[in-house]
T-cell receptor, first 115, second 112 residues
Framework: GAGVSQSPSNKVTEKGKDVELRCDPISGHTALYWYRQSLGQGLEFLIY????????KSGLPSDRFSAERTGGSVSTLTIQRTQQEDSAVYLCASRFPGLASDTQYFGPGTRLTVL | TQLLEQSPQFLSIQEGENLTVYCNSSSVFSSLQWYRQEPGEGPVLLVTVVTGGEVKKLKRLTFQFGDARKDSSLHITAAQPGDTGLYLC????????????FGKGTHLIIQP
C-alpha cells in the first residue's frame, strides 16, 4: 500500500482480556516503531524493529506488552491481561534508514478502550 | 530520560492572527522534527531541522532550531482554520532508543 496501515482502527475490550494490534508498514521500510498516545500525554515510544536485529524493547511499560515482526514486514503488538490504563491510541510508524531524513511515516493508529 | 516541553498546551485564536509554539529541552538533539496531527490520523511530518540556528519556512509556517539544539519554535503567520490541529515536536539522536522523543503537543484551534 501507499502508506502505513493499522488494524483494527478501534478495539474495545474487557479488563483482563488479551488484544493484538496489527501494523503493515510501507513496503521496503526496514525500521518499524510502536508508540502509545494517551490523552494529554503525547507520544510514548514502546518498541523499535530494525531489519533482522534484535528489537529495542526499552519502552515497553510492562511484561504484559510484547511485539513481533514477521518476515521483516508486518508487526503485531500484543497486550496481555489488559488494564484500564492501557486505554490509548497505539501508533505504528515505519522508516527507510539510510535516507538523509529521519522521517517516520505514521499509520492512523488503533484506539484501544479497556472497560 | 530526555524531555521535551511544549507550550502552550492549548491555544485558540481568531483567523488571521499570528502565533508561536515553543518546544524546549535540557537535552541536545541531533535533529528536531515538527509534526501535525489531525483527529483519527497519525502525525504527519512538517519539517526537520538539523543545524543549530537553522530557520526553515513552509508557506506561512516558520520553524527555528535553537543555536544549542535544545529548543525550537514554530511561528504561524495569519493563521487559517485549516491550521487547526495538534502540533508535536520530536527530538532525534539524543541517545538511547531509536524512537523519537515527543513533546505532549500543542492543541491549536483557529476560529473563523
Amino acid at each position: 500500500g501507499a502508506g502505513v496501515s493499522q488494524s483494527p482502527s478501534n478495539k474495545v475490550t474487557e479488563k483482563g482480556k488479551d488484544v493484538e494490534l496489527r501494523c503493515d508498514p510501507i513496503s521496503g521500510h526496514t525500521a518499524l516503531y510502536w508508540y502509545r498516545q494517551s490523552l494529554g500525554q503525547g507520544l510514548e515510544f514502546l518498541i523499535y524493529f530494525q531489519g533482522n536485529s534484535a528489537p529495542d524493547k526499552s519502552g515497553l511499560p510492562s511484561d504484559r506488552f510484547s511485539a513481533e515482526r514477521t518476515g521483516g514486514s508486518v508487526s503485531t503488538l500484543t497486550i496481555q491481561r489488559t488494564q484500564q490504563e492501557d486505554s490509548a491510541v497505539y501508533l505504528c510508524a515505519s522508516r527507510f534508514p539510510g535516507l538523509a531524513s529521519d522521517t517516520q511515516y505514521f499509520g492512523p493508529g488503533t484506539r484501544l478502550t479497556v472497560l | 530520560t530526555q524531555l521535551l516541553e511544549q507550550s502552550p498546551q492549548f491555544l485558540s485564536i481568531q483567523e488571521g492572527e499570528n502565533l508561536t509554539v515553543y518546544c524546549n529541552s535540557s537535552s541536545v538533539f541531533s535533529s528536531l522534527q515538527w509534526y501535525r496531527q489531525e483527529p483519527g490520523e497519525g502525525p504527519v511530518l512538517l519539517v526537520t531541522v538539523v543545524t543549530g540556528g537553522e530557520v526553515k519556512k513552509l508557506k506561512r509556517l516558520t520553524f527555528q532550531f535553537g543555536d544549542a539544539r535544545k529548543d525550537s519554535s514554530l511561528h504561524i503567520t495569519a493563521a487559517q482554520p485549516g491550521d487547526t490541529g495538534l502540533y508535536l515536536c520530536a527530538g532525534a539522536g539524543g541517545g538511547g532508543a531509536d524512537g523519537l522523543t515527543f513533546g505532549k503537543g500543542t492543541h491549536l484551534i483557529i476560529q473563523p
